[in-house]
């Protein structure tokens, strides 16, 4: 994954560059033949960044989508 791409396409769709979605895409970018839950992707993001919680997921899997 393209740190700098990933910055560059969320501020061109008008949305603020967050540590959370960068670790979101990140870990999506991570496994792109599997269709990760929302559950799942919290799960490996807690690994990196135990601070984050189950409604930020979902609130960042929704504004990418």
């Known amino acids: 994954m393209n740190e700098e791409r990933v910055k560059d396409l969320l501020r061109k769709h008008g949305l603020k560059v967050t540590s959370q979605r960068l670790l979101v895409l990140g870990i999506l970018a991570s496994y792109p033949d599997k269709h990760l839950t929302a559950e799942e992707i919290y799960d490996l993001a807690r690994?990196?960044?135990?601070e984050i919680g189950l409604a930020t997921i979902y609130r960042t899997v929704q504004v990418l989508l």
């Not at 690994?47 to 135990?50: A, D, L, M, Y």
């Open 47 to 50: 690994e990196t960044g135990p």
